[in-house]
């Protein structure tokens, strides 16, 4: 699935690890709508599934009711989520943690999308391509 603000795929054949990548100028309504498209993804599958996000700009600011509303859209099979991302994505999932928020549960900040892999990889025996 892909707009013109996003776009989330499968990443590998297995179907264990989806990819999310937010483009140039994606809005609150984007986040929630990946979320949204993210379940939908996961339910199609029994067993857990990791997300990798790759944000190509900054995303909008989301506060604790953001959160919440992501929450509500973590499916049970939902595994690890590896950001690529900067400081400000980890002081993000730091904030989630402390609200004991879902969305930002078992959370990453890796610098590439390569890094992110690899951890998958070598800590939770992903299997690509």
């Known amino acids: 699935m892909m707009t013109d603000r996003i776009h989330i795929a499968w990443d590998n054949k297995a179907k ?3 990819l999310q ?4 100028a994606a809005t609150t309504a984007d986040i929630f709508k990946m979320a949204r498209l993210s379940a939908e993804m996961l339910s199609t599958v029994d067993h857990t599934v990791h997300l990798i996000i790759v944000r ?3 995303l909008p600011i989301v506060n604790a009711r ?15 989520v590896l950001v690529v991302g900067t400081a400000h994505d980890k002081l993000l999932i730091e904030m989630g943690e402390k609200s ?4 930002v549960q078992d959370s990453l900040v ?15 025996s992903v299997v690509y391509p």
């Open 56 to 58: 190509k700009a900054r």
């Open 110 to 124: 890796v610098n590439s999308l390569q890094e992110a892999r690899q951890y998958l990889i070598d800590h939770l």
């Open 21 to 24: 990548t937010f483009e140039i």
């Open 16 to 18: 264990t690890v989806v």
């Open 66 to 80: 953001d959160l919440n509303h992501l929450s509500s859209h973590v499916p049970a099979n939902q595994g690890h």
């Open 100 to 103: 004991n928020s879902r969305a």
